[in-house]
Structure formats: C-alpha cells, structure tokens
C-alpha cells in the first residue's frame, strides 16, 4: 500500500531552522515527482518545492528560495525539506506528496500531485 508519512515539524523561533522528512513506503519515489506543499489557516494549499526523481531538477516558491532546500535519499525513499531562516508567515501544516510521472522537470501546483501525506505542523513564532 503507497503511504507518505511527513515528520519533523514542530516550533521554533524566527531565524530558525527545522528539517522535514517524508518517508515513502509501499513503493519507490523513483520515477516520480515529488512536492512538499504547505496550508496555513484560511488560506489555499500551495506549493513550496518539488524535485523530479529522473533529473534531480527542482524547483521552489519564490517565497521560500534561496531559505529552503529539497533533497532525496534514494537508499531511505525519502525526501526531505531542509527549512533555513524561518518566518512566522511560513506557519502551516506542511505536505509532502507524489506525482507517479518519470520526467524532467517538477510542478508546484497541488493540483497534478495524486498521493498526499498526512501533514505535519510547523509553527514560527517567539
């Protein structure tokens, strides 16, 4: 059975850091696309970075780059989202999910994403 499991959330202070794991099982995250993705209160799911499996390419939200940074352990199935300088604004519950599509590039919009996570809490602030 496909599972994603987020963990690593938690609180901490503006200016820190956290680092977030979602762990595949089931099957492979090779040959997949995969998204972490973020909703705050009263806002829509938006996507925060992707990575394609097949390139390596990845992509972020311009809110976000150059502050995070996606990566993937192929030894693990796990994929990760190292979070740097974090803001109160970047509060939410974070998602990691996979688009079951071999290809180059990457995609933020949840819409394309067919298996989510079930979230993780991160909260910024002093």
């Known amino acids: 059975q496909l599972q994603l499991v987020e963990s690593g959330g938690g609180l901490v202070h503006p200016g820190g850091s956290l680092r977030l794991s979602c762990a595949a099982s089931?099957?492979?995250?090779?040959?997949?696309?995969i998204g972490w993705f973020r909703q705050a209160p009263g806002k829509e799911r938006e996507g925060v970075s992707c990575?394609?499996?097949?390139?390596?390419?990845?992509d972020y939200a311009g809110s976000v780059k150059g502050r995070f940074t996606i990566s993937r352990d192929s030894a693990k199935n796990t994929v990760y989202l190292q979070m740097n300088n974090l803001q109160p604004e970047d509060t939410a519950v974070y998602y990691c999910?996979?688009?079951?599509?071999?290809?180059?590039?990457?995609?933020?919009?949840?819409?394309?994403?067919?298996?989510w996570g079930q979230g993780t809490q991160v909260t910024v602030s002093s």
């Open positions: 089931g099957f492979t995250l090779d040959h997949t696309v």
């Open positions: 999910a996979i688009q079951l599509l071999s290809w180059d590039g990457c995609n933020l919009s949840p819409k394309v994403y067919e298996s």
């Open positions: 990575i394609s499996s097949r390139s390596g390419r990845t």
